[in-house]
């Protein structure tokens, strides 16, 4: 069978909208000694696809950009120095194909796929082989393609410092990807979960998921004192924040020498707080998240395979690859839980 000389991608015509968002046909890269071209079968979106779309990542964004970071496929040729890898595998890629290990650092962030990196909204793409992890053999496609941001910022955040342990207080705000996800592994790890959300409906599907508390915080604006009060007055040991904006009230959320790990911006509250001596008062642990690496995914994997029932990926819906602008659709409506994912290739 020969290798396909051609791919049909997306790419970002212009930073402004995704509604920009073109197919076109580009050649595919010959493969290097120590590369993988991989079959992509499947691709989830994050909110940093929507940011950097319309321009508000904070990062410098170049138009003609293939976008997205976040993939699952299939190994179809490696080149002449891989060993680790065989046609057939079931792979994805970090979502920085330069982070093997440690800290990132900025040789490592510019290799972030989709954004400093070309990303994989394509039908064929090569990666270096040490990039690659092996996809849990109970995930389909479509499962594994919402692990690499979404499941790994998550991992790394409850394990990466300060591991979760039974017994724990986590608390998770809302309901995307992240979210879940940290809801999932915090339950795994027999920890007791806290959720947000501004939609009842949505609280029930975190309860379905093993959260035993929940707030919804348009109803409770004051969702810090409702989660002081779940904790009998301590606060939580681990918070997941997603907002930024909602970082003041996350510290009060907080015991004293707890984590918070912050992963997102999508709160639109910006009024700045003068956080230094709250974060004194509770010797407070304030830790970014930016992804993880290969060796963290490879541990997440193995949790996962662990725990397959309390951690199976939550997919919100599923489109086609010509429907992908749909499926930014969905994404900026906030009306899913968990993850949007485009079905690039069948299964």
Request: net charge neutral.
């Amino acid at each position: 069978m020969s290798l396909p000389q051609t791919t049909r991608e997306y790419v970002l015509s212009k930073i402004g909208t995704y509604k920009d968002l073109r197919i076109r046909q580009s050649q595919v890269p010959r493969l290097r000694a120590s590369e993988v071209l991989v079959k992509v079968h499947a691709v989830s979106l994050q909110y940093r696809d929507h940011a950097i779309a319309s321009g508000t990542y904070p990062i410098q964004i170049a138009g003609g950009l293939v976008p997205c970071s976040d993939m699952a496929g299939e190994v179809i040729a490696v080149g002449e120095d891989v060993n680790q890898w065989k046609k057939g595998d079931r792979v994805c890629s970090n979502f920085s194909t330069g982070h093997l290990h440690g800290d990132p650092d900025e040789a490592s962030a510019a290799t972030s796929l989709g954004g400093q990196a070309p990303g994989v909204l394509t039908e064929y793409k090569t990666f270096p082989a040490q990039a690659l992890v092996r996809i849990p053999d109970h995930l389909s496609y479509a499962q594994a393609s919402t692990l690499p941001c979404a499941a790994v910022t998550a991992y790394n955040a409850l394990y990466g410092s300060r591991p979760v342990k039974a017994g724990d207080y986590v608390l998770v705000l809302g309901t995307g990807g992240v979210s879940i996800f940290g809801l999932q592994l915090a339950v795994a790890s027999g920890a007791t979960v806290i959720a947000t959300s501004s939609s009842d409906e949505k609280l029930q599907v975190a309860a379905k998921l093993g959260a035993k508390y929940l707030i919804n915080y348009r109803k409770t604006p004051d969702w810090d004192k409702e989660v002081k009060k779940f904790t009998n007055g301590v606060g939580v040991d681990h918070i997941i924040e997603v907002g930024g904006g909602t970082l003041p009230k996350s510290l009060n959320a907080l015991r004293m020498g707890g984590y918070i790990h912050i992963i997102g911006i999508v709160s639109n509250d910006s009024s700045g707080v003068d956080l230094v001596l709250p974060m004194i008062g509770k010797a407070a642990n304030l830790r970014g998240i930016h992804i993880g690496s290969v060796a963290q995914f490879k541990d997440l994997n193995r949790l996962l395979e662990a725990n397959p029932e309390k951690t199976a990926p939550v997919i919100d819906k599923i489109f086609s690859f010509e429907n992908a602008i749909d499926a930014y659709d969905h994404l900026v409506s906030q009306s899913h839980v968990g993850k949007v994912v485009i079905q690039v290739a069948k299964d």
